[in-house]
């Protein structure tokens, strides 16, 4: 019985750990992975709403766009988040950097790689996290 306490309380401890609280959601992912419209209206279209998802459709720069918040979010560093268009030939990839500090928020750097037919076009950021589970990039 006591070894079952231990563990429980050491699970405990761990799971409220985090060196940068990257990682929680804040209530911002909605049920069936669709995120809500508040953080994607904090993100400013993201680096898909640039040049390189100049050829997407709305819905395919929307798919873009959640896998750039889920990649700065929830992914370890170095992970890749896809995502898939409405055509074969459209998806991309997001990959964001280890996480930091700056002041009191958490910001991460990222690419993302959009393929539209042929080589892919990349483009850089840095987005920083606000208190709400959002994620603002900088300009």
């Known amino acids: 019985m006591s070894v079952r306490l231990v563990l429980v309380a050491g699970s405990l401890m761990l799971a409220g750990c985090s060196t940068t609280g990257i990682g929680r959601s804040g209530g911002t992912a909605q049920p069936g992975g669709q995120l809500s419209s508040t953080v994607i209206s904090a993100m400013g279209g993201g680096l898909v709403s640039g040049s ?7 819905a395919e720069r929307r798919n873009g766009l959640e896998a750039e918040y889920k ?6 560093s170095g992970q890749p988040v896809t995502w898939k268009g409405s055509q074969p030939n459209r998806y991309g990839e997001v990959v ?3 996480p930091y500090r700056v002041g009191s928020q ?9 393929y539209t037919g042929g080589a892919g076009a990349t483009a850089r950021g840095t987005a920083c ?8 990039p900088l300009t």
């Open 96 to 98: 964001a950097a280890q």
């Open 71 to 76: 990649a700065l979010e929830y992914t370890a």
């Open 106 to 114: 958490d910001c991460r750097q990222y690419t993302h790689t959009v």
């Open 129 to 136: 996290r606000n208190s709400d589970g959002s994620w603002t």
């Open 52 to 58: 390189i998802g100049s050829g997407l459709s709305g």
